[in-house]
């Protein structure tokens, strides 16, 4: 069992930054695949970045590619999500994903993952 316990997020002005962060019990991040996926209101739930399981590589969405980081620091078992140059489009609720099967070609479906941070609020206003 994997408890995901998010924080960070909040208001920002657009053009700022926010770190959100996702702290993992239970399990660590090693050989997992760990991602971060936002839902804005009334839409679906949608793929921001991932770290992938084995090699460390990471990937994103071309919408937060260049402007948001995901890492990962296994000593702290702590996964973030360093958002930049936020617009206002970016406004969601966040949540980080924890899967320990997850395939390369699956790492944008979040029927892939197993466990869920309990999501966190970015406001961007313009």
């Known amino acids: 069992q994997v408890q995901l316990e998010q924080s960070g997020g909040g208001l920002v002005q657009a053009g700022g930054s926010l770190r959100l962060s996702c702290a993992a019990s239970g399990r660590t991040f090693r050989n997992a695949a760990v991602a971060w996926f936002r839902q804005p209101p009334g839409k679906e739930r949608s793929f921001v970045a991932a770290i992938a399981r084995t090699g460390g590589y990471t990937y994103y969405d071309d919408t937060v590619k260049g402007r948001f980081i995901i890492s990962t620091d296994n000593a702290k078992n702590t996964a973030f999500l360093q958002m930049n140059s936020l617009k206002s489009e970016d406004t969601a609720v966040y949540y980080c994903?924890?899967?320990?099967?997850?395939?390369?070609?699956?790492?944008?479906?979040?029927?892939?993952?197993?466990?869920w941070g309990q999501g966190t609020q970015v406001i961007v206003s313009s």
């Open positions: 994903a924890y899967g320990q099967r997850v395939i390369q070609s699956s790492l944008g479906r979040p029927t892939a993952y197993d466990y």
